[in-house]
């Protein structure tokens, strides 16, 4: 009994000591100036090198950077997840613009009192498009080939509502992209300070289940969200003008006037430019979307042009060939590239076309893809005569094509220096088709001296089909 009472006493004693000395130290950290804080109410900071402590806030990504500079424009915010669409549609609004373009229109019929009557009209076309690119005198816009073609005059409303005269920059008609710019000097303050710069994000990070947002012009009523995820990855969907590889495959609904639209990823980055759906009663919920990885390289070459507005026809430089389109059918019917065919030269062209060949087949200009001469001649309607333009073509050899790159320097229409009996100019157009209506065919009929019968072409074509089919 001794024995045991004397334990208990030594562990009462312990204990008072060690309770004192927990004491002390408490007392004494408090007066060192140390103060406990919870985990939970920590605040994470990265010392400067060198070990010296700063007190300065830490910028995280999603910070926007704000300034009453009116050239100066704000990146839209990015961060590690969003947790809602609000929050997504809410950042990423400010860098989608509604794109409206002024089409000619031809209508051709009989009035009711049976005369013949053709006159042409304008009428609009709604797309969108994404701001991508702020230098120091424009602002640059990423959209749709197909949105802004065959333009008359385009125009951009902002998120305020501010609409400023748009003029195309650069194009690639094979990839369906656009670049517009907008001179910094004609977009008012305001509305500097309310749009922002899109984030393009890394599309081939992507996992089929991601979750998606859509944003748009649609139906041409002004900016709308639908979500969803991404149903497929590096789809092909087959078109009237080709078929567009590579898509991305979502069920957020894509309407008419997405076009060149965003599809984001919960980041907040633009992971695609909506371009296409499938419109059937049988078929729902089928997107498409041309992927960022894709649209950035396209954006570094198209954003490095120098913007050109067209000139008037009788300035504009000539390559001095005549043209037929190698359609989406006949390129997967002979296993040739899709575009511009080369198959003949114009005799006493002012050209320099020597490094051209016949059956060559012109797919991009200084850059920008072409699918048909009417992309190739809205190029050419920004190049003066004697300016210096890169052809890419593919030449035939053997069962292969091989990519070139082929200089040529501009010459003058044949129109400007042929004259008719009657002294007026005759007018000799590569591009023209020679029953005179709008198709495929690119040779001349205005003069004895570059024109071929339409027997003669398909006779010269079809030999070139069966020596390469």
């Given amino acids: 009994m001794k024995r045991i009472a004397g334990i208990i006493a030594g562990a009462l004693l312990f204990g008072v000591v060690a309770g004192a000395s927990m004491v002390g130290v408490n007392i004494a950290a408090q007066h060192a100036g140390i103060a406990y804080q919870k985990s939970i109410n920590a605040v994470n900071e990265t010392a400067p090198a060198g070990g010296e402590q700063s007190n300065t806030p830490v910028e995280t990504e999603s910070t926007p950077v704000t300034t009453s500079t009116p050239s100066t424009i704000q990146t839209a915010p990015v961060s590690s997840s969003f947790t809602s669409v609000t929050e997504v549609a809410k950042n990423a609004m400010p860098s989608v613009v509604a794109i409206t373009n002024m089409v000619k229109y031809r209508q051709n019929g009989y009035s009711i009192f049976g005369n013949y009557q053709s006159y042409e009209t304008e009428v609009p076309a709604s797309g969108s498009g994404v701001i991508v690119q702020k230098t120091d005198t424009e602002l640059l816009i990423l959209t749709n080939n197909h949105v802004v073609e065959s333009s008359e005059s385009l125009s951009v409303t902002f998120i305020d509502d501010e609409s400023v005269d748009a003029v195309v920059k650069g194009t690639d008609a094979a990839a369906d992209l656009a670049l517009i710019a907008i001179k910094l000097e004609n977009i008012p303050t305001k509305t500097m300070e309310a749009i922002s710069v899109a984030t393009l994000g890394d599309s081939d990070q992507l996992e089929v289940g991601d979750q998606v947002v859509a944003i748009g012009n649609a139906l041409g009523y002004?900016?709308?969200?639908?979500?969803?995820?991404?149903?497929?990855?590096?789809?092909?969907?087959?078109?009237?003008?080709?078929?567009?590889?590579?898509?991305?495959?979502?069920?957020?609904?894509?309407?008419?006037?997405?076009?060149?639209?965003?599809?984001?990823?919960?980041?907040?980055?633009?992971?695609?430019?909506?371009?296409?759906?499938?419109?059937?009663?049988?078929?729902?919920?089928?997107?498409?979307?041309?992927?960022?990885?894709?649209?950035?390289?396209?954006?570094?070459?198209?954003?490095?042009?120098?913007?050109?507005?067209?000139?008037?026809?009788?300035?504009?430089?000539?390559?001095?060939?005549?043209?037929?389109?190698?359609?989406?059918?006949?390129?997967?019917?002979?296993?040739?590239?899709?575009?511009?065919?080369?198959?003949?030269?114009?005799?006493?062209?002012?050209?320099?076309?020597?490094?051209?060949?016949?059956?060559?087949?012109?797919?991009?200009?200084?850059?920008?893809?072409?699918?048909?001469?009417?992309?190739?001649?809205?190029?050419?309607?920004?190049?003066?005569?004697?300016?210096?333009?890169?052809?890419?073509?593919?030449?035939?050899?053997?069962?292969?094509?091989?990519?070139?790159?082929?200089?040529?320097?501009?010459?003058?229409?044949?129109?400007?220096?042929?004259?008719?009996?009657?002294?007026?100019?005759?007018?000799?157009?590569?591009?023209?088709r020679n029953n005179g209506e709008s198709g495929n065919d690119g040779s001349s009929q205005n003069s004895e001296n570059y024109s071929m019968d339409s027997d003669e072409f398909w006779r010269t074509f079809e030999e070139f089909f069966n020596e390469y089919q």
């Fill in 222 to 432: 002004g900016q709308s969200v639908t979500t969803g995820i991404i149903s497929a990855k590096d789809r092909d969907v087959a078109t009237s003008k080709g078929t567009s590889s590579g898509l991305l495959q979502t069920d957020a609904a894509i309407n008419p006037g997405n076009s060149g639209g965003a599809l984001i990823n919960m980041k907040g980055e633009v992971i695609g430019i909506n371009v296409a759906k499938y419109t059937s009663t049988s078929i729902e919920g089928m997107g498409y979307s041309i992927p960022s990885s894709k649209a950035k390289k396209i954006v570094d070459s198209l954003s490095s042009l120098e913007t050109r507005e067209e000139i008037p026809e009788s300035e504009r430089g000539y390559l001095g060939i005549m043209v037929k389109n190698i359609d989406a059918q006949t390129a997967e019917s002979f296993g040739m590239p899709q575009g511009v065919f080369i198959y003949k030269f114009i005799e006493g062209s002012t050209a320099q076309n020597e490094g051209l060949q016949e059956k060559d087949i012109i797919t991009a200009m200084n850059g920008q893809g072409v699918t048909n001469f009417t992309d190739l001649s809205s190029i050419l309607a920004k190049y003066r005569v004697g300016e210096t333009v890169t052809l890419t073509i593919q030449r035939p050899n053997g069962d292969k094509y091989d990519e070139l790159n082929v200089n040529v320097v501009l010459g003058q229409s044949p129109s400007s220096n042929n004259a008719s009996s009657d002294g007026q100019k005759e007018s000799i157009d590569p591009f023209a």
